[in-house]
């Protein structure tokens, strides 16, 4: 299949991150019989948390990751953490989780935004971490409005933001498209890739054991807990945390079809001389929250524009032509954006997207949990619940996760919808938002 990925999720087709990380570790596959008190599967942010936080709890946990650190989404995408569940409003928040349990999600989301610089600087992470802030940009009052009540719902629980009128707003993005926007200030920009590297490295230090290049192939109860197999060794363990995000290698079978499976196109464009502050003055990159696309651009700290733009159907694009449409619609909002940037680098992942795009955790056998999905914004998301689902192991309390746990149950027509999406409406979606 072209550019299906060697490991699990993902392409071949090589990031700019992969360019530009921090070397990655030596492969440890795992080999022989292994026992421990937590294993993970899945070397994303979910279960890189969940290890590092365990490993904070004084407990055992080993990690198996299909392929290498960081292979899936959490390696690959555009790296901006924000306090915030992407796009689900505050009523809808509210009516999903209930007012307390919002309210104290919440909480938990401005906590872990603000623990990424912390952690980044704690175990020296060269991540090319730029805690700039995000702004979520508005075109209609309508929309300020709409984004300005989860704010300032996030504002309660503890998140610092501003919210911009049309003053303000053209001292962000220099186009006059915008009305106003939201900046989230404990927000920013990293390198994704180098993130994960480091947070593993960091688990390991507080006593994880992580092997790379070890699918879970197998997973069975056993009288005192799990046994997980991998092509070459086991591991047996008392409680089993799978995190496979939209990978469709879960070892659960049922967590495969538990929600949909949607593919983004990443793209990076050269150094731009200015950094980019010719179209984005405070450096601040920006969302358009009126756009289906969740449209948007900013400069990491070479001055790259990166962005996540709508995939198209070639399975194997040059970066200028993944580019294009996206680069046509960004210089009719910044008609002074030069018209070739360069565009260096241009890859695709997957992102799961759970029904209703509320995250999924559930436990479908005592001691199993799988978690996934959370539709955006997952780099905060995977480092709340990953803390959480780590204090609920280490207390054995369900409830210190912060969310009811949901049956595991397949999402309508998972697989057809996913297909759907990926080879008919998202590039559709493309041929008509980037116009
Ligand atoms: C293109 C793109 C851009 C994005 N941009 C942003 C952004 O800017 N900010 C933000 O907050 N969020 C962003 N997201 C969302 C975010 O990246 C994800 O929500 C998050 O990384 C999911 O993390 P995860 O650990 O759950 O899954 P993943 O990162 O996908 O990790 C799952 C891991 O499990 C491994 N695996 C699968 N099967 C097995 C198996 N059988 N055995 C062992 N290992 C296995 C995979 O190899 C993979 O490494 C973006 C997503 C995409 C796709």
Same mark, same amino acid.
Request: no cysteine; charged share 10%.
């Given at each position: 299949m072209a550019n299906e990925p060697i490991g699990t999720c993902g392409s071949k087709l090589p990031t700019l991150w992969d360019r530009t990380a921090t070397s990655p570790p030596r492969p440890v596959p795992l080999e022989g019989d292994a026992t421990t008190d937590v294993a993970i599967i899945g070397g994303g942010l979910s279960g890189l948390s969940t290890a590092y936080h365990l490993s904070r709890a004084n407990l055992p946990s080993l =990690? =198996?990751?299909?392929?290498?650190?960081?292979?899936?989404?959490?390696?690959?995408?555009?790296?901006?953490?924000?306090?915030?569940?992407? =796009?689900?409003d505050a009523p809808a928040l509210d009516a999903a989780l209930g007012v307390d349990r919002a309210r104290s999600l919440r909480r938990g989301l401005a906590a872990s935004a603000r623990a990424i610089p912390q952690l980044a600087r704690q175990y020296r992470m060269d991540c090319d971490l730029s805690p700039c802030g995000v702004l979520y940009a508005a075109s209609t009052a309508k929309t300020l409005a709409r984004i300005s009540r989860e704010a300032e719902a996030s504002a309660a629980a503890g998140s610092t933001i501003r919210i911009i009128d049309r003053n303000g707003i053209s001292g962000h993005v220099a186009t006059d498209h915008y009305v106003g926007g939201v900046l989230y200030a404990d927000a920013g920009? =990293?390198?994704p890739l180098s993130f994960c590297r480091g947070l593993a490295a960091a688990a390991v230090a507080g006593g994880a054991r992580i092997h790379d290049a070890s699918p879970a192939v197998g997973i069975a109860p056993e009288r005192d807990g799990w046994r997980i197999d991998t092509p070459r060794g086991s591991v047996r363990a008392r409680a089993v945390v799978i995190a496979t995000g939209a990978s469709p290698l879960s070892p659960w079978t049922a967590a495969r079809k538990a929600g949909y499976r949607l593919k983004i196109a990443m793209v990076a464009s050269a150094p731009f001389a200015d950094h980019g502050r010719s179209i984005l003055p405070a450096g601040v990159p920006f969302t358009d929250m009126d756009s289906f696309d969740t449209f948007g651009g900013g400069f990491d700290r070479a001055g790259r524009l990166v962005m996540s733009i709508l995939p198209g159907i070639s399975a194997n694009p040059s970066p200028s032509d993944l580019a294009r449409p996206y680069w046509r619609k960004f210089r009719?909002?910044?008609?002074?954006?030069?018209?070739?940037?360069?565009?260096?680098?241009g890859w695709f992942r997957h992102e799961a997207v759970p029904p209703g795009r509320m995250v999924g955790i559930h436990e479908p056998e005592p001691g199993l949990l799988i978690l996934h999905g959370y539709a955006g914004n997952g780099i905060t998301q995977a480092l709340h619940f990953g803390e959480r689902i780590a204090r609920s192991l280490a207390t054995e309390d369900r409830e210190a996760i912060g969310i009811a746990l949901t049956p595991l149950r397949p999402a309508s027509g998972a697989d057809l919808v996913s297909t759907l999406a990926n080879r008919l409406l998202l590039p559709l979606a493309r041929a008509l938002v980037y116009r």
């Open positions: =990690l =198996l990751e299909a392929g290498a650190i960081g292979d899936g989404a959490s390696g690959a995408n555009t790296g901006w953490w924000v306090p915030s569940m992407a =796009l689900i920009m =990293l390198n009719q909002v910044f008609p002074q954006a030069p018209a070739d940037p360069g565009w260096e680098f």
